[in-house]
């Protein structure tokens, strides 16, 4: 009975997802959405000026307690495999792909009888983790436009807390403020709440906290609370992704107490928290940022900031050089570094610009240190925005700390415009880096800039934001807000090119426990039957057919979504099945070898959606050059696009069938033919 109704609520949490959007990202993000920032997070409210929770709950309460991520069975996999290889091959392909698939249960079951025995042994992690992270330490290519996604946070409604200096110094106080209360355990553990009139209140922290972790769990779930996995928490600070020949490590120094700012290339530490563990007083802090700011130096000759630019065996081989030459301990400094921030001098002032999202994605290189676990970068009128390395972990708890912060830097500034910085204690709050270079480092620095320049310019990025229909508007219509989004992608790419290709939007799967994401693959039979309908069969279809078909065409996207945030896809399975395959040196089943595996797998419309108050717009590069980069979102009042593609792809071609298309949608969402209206 208690399995039955476990199964049940873990249904109805999949099914929350996909009513609210899934948690999503492309190459690798990822990301998640409006589910995090409207329903998950409900602050355990102090006015302790050192923390920004004082959660009566341990942060990692339920942690292992979490139920563990499913290995799908060989048959339901192939059954997702061959539905999503449909719309994407001629019959002559298909009936190739079906051979192998119908000989892959057979073959692949010695691999899958070992992967569940391995899964089995190691119960504090899920059988994809390891394998997925070192994927991403193993990529050569180079982090920055390849998996680094970006968030642009809403500015502070005050106008004048909108000064660079006042937003950044509010800023580092609640990002050290949101830091002491997850390292003491005091930070609310993230939970969803599909009642949280219920759930998320004092009474319940109260009911479930002399419960241990299983127990907790299954007294939470009985409230309609699922708590989320907290692994990747761990490295959100601290933790830069070092370079390595053929596979880069994640370094974590839990230690260090500063950040590390860089405006025009030049690099400086901020010391943001004191020996006895306090906070640094914001005045001190806005002093060194004011003497930051006020440094009238030229960016050097050789900013060393491209060579996070590089592919990762050349930097690697570079930061071996650069240590030689001196410059270990200053590496360290960066390295250990809370976070960093890059001060710009930039300025903004239309409300969604197309180049302060360029700066956010990549900017000209000489600012950035992409390495970092994360990178704010905060530009001269004050907009605060957010670059994340991806290798560690996928957004959630990157997002949960914008909505965290962003809140409590308007609810609790630490500093107000009339504020006078503390300058007594510059000298020890404040350090710069310098560096020695040699002949043959200035020479990489000089190949990756000319590099990373040659690639920026093949690189087109535009934006769109929609204002005749929003979240609001589908509500009503019990509609996927995420389908409907998906649809027009698919919809758009049809218009152009009268085909559907590989398409990828990942849904996290944390609800279990070390869950990253599982692939949802957004191109079916039923978004190219839409697409046909829409398109070249459009004056055959009344208003009434084509709703119908957008209908059943979203509802197929909410089931995979649901079973994606299960757990039960086929990317991470069929991954894991080959790559514990070649490990091993077991034999290679023949699906592998199959072309059209190769052709699914490679991604032509990589999409990412986000929603939330707190954030403006979120995006990411393409990760390939075949791709588009589509990161999208939706609000109760507005939708957007953000689309990213290298030449000689057309990203305005794109963006005008993009924005017919969603016109489209429209037209049928309110029983108008869209050729008719």
């Not at 660079?164 to 800023?171: A, G, P």
Request: hydrophobic share 35%.
């Amino acid at each position: 009975m208690l399995a039955h109704q476990y199964n049940r609520n873990l249904l109805r949490l999949a099914t929350e997802i996909t009513r609210w959007g899934c948690v999503t990202q492309a190459s690798s993000v990822h990301t998640t959405s409006g589910l995090l920032q409207e329903r998950i997070i409900r602050p355990s409210s102090t006015d302790d000026p050192e923390y920004i929770q004082k959660s009566v709950l341990n942060s990692m309460h339920f942690q292992k307690g979490l139920p563990r991520l499913p290995v799908p069975t060989l048959e339901d996999t192939c059954r997702r495999y061959l539905a999503s290889q449909k719309p994407l091959l001629t019959e002559e392909q298909y009936a190739i792909t079906e051979k192998h698939v119908s000989a892959f249960s057979q073959e692949a079951a010695p691999i899958q009888e070992d992967l569940v025995a391995v899964d089995k042994a190691n119960k504090h992690t899920s059988y994809i983790t390891g394998m997925w992270t070192d994927m991403y330490l193993r990529d050569r290519r180079p982090v920055v436009l390849t998996h680094n996604p970006f968030l642009c946070y809403n500015d502070d409604p005050r106008p004048e807390y909108n000064d660079q200096l006042v937003r950044t110094t509010n800023i580092i106080v609640s990002s050290i403020r949101f830091l002491k209360s997850l390292r003491e355990n005091i930070l609310d553990p993230e939970i969803f709440h599909l009642r949280p009139k219920k759930s998320d209140t004092e009474f319940f922290r109260n009911i479930v906290r002399p419960f241990p972790g299983r127990l907790a769990w299954y007294l939470a779930f009985l409230y309609k609370a699922f708590p989320l996995d907290m692994s990747q928490y761990k490295n959100l600070f601290n933790t830069t992704r070092i370079p390595r020949q053929d596979k880069d490590e994640i370094f974590l120094d839990e230690t260090a107490k500063h950040l590390v700012v860089i405006r025009n290339g030049h690099f400086y530490t901020v010391k943001v928290v004191e020996e006895n563990g306090s906070i640094t007083p914001a005045t001190e802090i806005m002093s060194a940022v004011k003497t930051i700011l006020d440094d009238k130096r030229t960016p050097p000759d050789h900013p060393i900031a491209y060579f996070t630019t590089e592919d990762r065996n050349t930097w690697a081989s570079l930061r071996e050089q650069f240590i030689a030459a001196g410059n270990a301990d200053a590496l360290n400094k960066i390295d250990s570094a809370i976070f960093t921030i890059s001060l710009d001098d930039t300025s903004y002032p239309e409300k969604y610009p197309v180049q302060l999202l360029r700066d956010c994605l990549h900017g000209d290189g000489t600012n950035r240190w992409f390495d970092k676990s994360f990178s704010l970068i905060i530009t001269k009128d004050g907009r605060v925005n957010l670059n994340m390395e991806h290798a560690w972990g996928d957004g959630v708890s990157v997002l949960r700390f914008i909505v965290e912060t962003h809140r409590d830097s308007i609810e609790r500034p630490a500093i107000s415009p009339a504020t006078v910085p503390n300058n007594g204690n510059v000298d020890s709050t404040l350090g710069r880096l310098e560096f020695n270079l040699s002949p043959g480092v200035k020479a990489g620095i000089d190949e990756a800039k000319r590099k990373f320049h040659e690639k920026l310019g093949r690189l087109d990025m535009q934006l769109i934001p929609y204002t005749k229909f929003a979240r609001r508007d589908l509500k009503p219509m019990k509609i996927s807000a995420d389908g409907v989004m998906q649809l027009a992608i698919q919809l758009a790419y049809y218009r152009i090119h009268g085909r559907a290709v590989p398409t990828y939007e990942s849904c996290s799967t944390s609800a279990f426990r070390h869950g990253r994401t599982e692939t949802l693959r957004p191109a079916t039979a039923a978004t190219l039957k839409c697409s046909e309908a829409f398109t070249t069969h459009v004056d055959k279809r009344t208003a009434g057919e084509l709703h119908g078909l957008m209908k059943e065409a979203c509802n197929i996207h909410a089931g995979n979504t649901r079973d994606a945030a299960m757990g039960q896809g086929w990317d991470r399975h069929l991954y894991a099945l080959k790559k514990f395959a070649s490990d091993s040196n077991m034999k290679m089943p023949a699906l592998f070898t199959d072309p059209n595996y190769d052709y699914i797998n490679n991604i032509i419309l990589s999409t990412s959606s986000l929603s939330g108050e707190e954030f403006l717009a979120g995006g990411f590069g393409p990760p390939t050059g075949d791709c588009f980069g589509i990161g999208y979102g939706m609000r109760d009042e507005i939708l957007g696009f953000i689309v990213a593609s290298y030449a000689p792809h057309n990203c305005t071609e794109f963006m005008q069938a993009l924005m017919q298309s969603v016109d489209d949608v429209f037209e049928v969402l309110n029983g108008r033919h869209p050729t008719k209206s």
